[in-house]
T-cell receptor
Framework: DSGVTQTPKHLITATGQRVTLRCSPR?????VYWYQQSLDQGLQFLIQ???????AKGNILERFSAQQFPDLHSELNLSSLELGDSALYFC??????????????FGPGTRLTVL | TQLLEQSPQFLSIQEGENLTVYCNSS?????LQWYRQEPGEGPVLLVT???GGEVKKLKRLTFQFGDARKDSSLHITAAQPGDTGLYLC????????????WGLGTSLAVNP
């Protein structure tokens, strides 16, 4: 158990819909990262927040947005869902802003299926 | 564009065999990490290598970072069924705002 929790574990929805994925980081961790993992693309970094502020942006679509709240939990919002958005979505957390010695701890993921 | 190439993509071996998986790039990394991911779970960090030529050992796992910091290998001695999983490498570049670039992984199955 990494100490990172994600809900829900599974989510099935239809194209065009909007969903929210939730992540609670390990106690004491200030950074939250969101990743998307699919079979053909592998693990893709989406976005990082540090202490409530956006820190780094990766391959995040404009239909997707995220935020980190004062209690440090984070939400990833996916809208106008398409079939290709079906994937595993992971949240990770780390103590600091990231760096050579800043280990990321991953949650168990949310499996999103868009029908 | 996939900046990290991992090989082989799939590997199925018998318990007790040795194996090596590779992670290659045309870019120079400031650091490189290896993770293992089991089905239904998130990746778990195994090791971070920073210095070119560095070798780190973790029980039966040996990690090597290339002298030019463009490639890395993971060698497992006497593989066990518990080693089964997806092995991912991830590298970060200097000045890339610490973002990790991930390989697609090597899926390893160790059969009893």
């Amino acid at each position: 158990d990494s100490g990172v929790t994600q809900t829900p574990k599974h989510l099935i929805t239809a194209t065009g819909q909007r969903v929210t994925l939730r992540c609670s980081p390990r106690s004491g961790d200030l950074s939250v990262y969101w990743y998307q993992q699919s079979l053909d693309q592998g693990l893709q970094f989406l976005i990082q927040y540090y202490n409530g502020e956006e820190r780094a942006k990766g391959n995040i679509l404009e239909r997707f947005s995220a935020q980190q709240f004062p209690d440090l939990h984070s939400e990833l919002n996916l809208s106008s869902l398409e079939l290709g958005d079906s994937a595993l979505y992971f949240c990770a957390s780390s103590v600091a802003v990231g760096g050579l010695t800043d280990t990321q701890y991953f949650g168990p993921g949310t499996r999103l299926t868009v029908l | 564009t996939q900046l990290l190439e991992q090989s082989p993509q799939f590997l199925s071996i018998q318990e007790g065999e040795n194996l090596t998986v590779y992670c290659n790039s045309s870019s120079v990394f400031s650091s490189l990490q290896w993770y293992r991911q089991e089905p239904g779970e998130g990746p778990v960090l195994l090791v971070t290598v920073v210095t070119g030529g560095e070798v780190k050992k973790l029980k039966r796992l040996t990690f090597q970072f290339g002298d030019a910091r463009k490639d890395s290998s993971l060698h497992i001695t006497a593989a066990q069924p518990g080693d089964t999983g997806l092995y991912l490498c991830a590298g970060s570049f200097t000045g890339n705002n610490r973002k990790l670039i991930w390989g697609l992984g090597t899926s390893l199955a160790v059969n009893p």
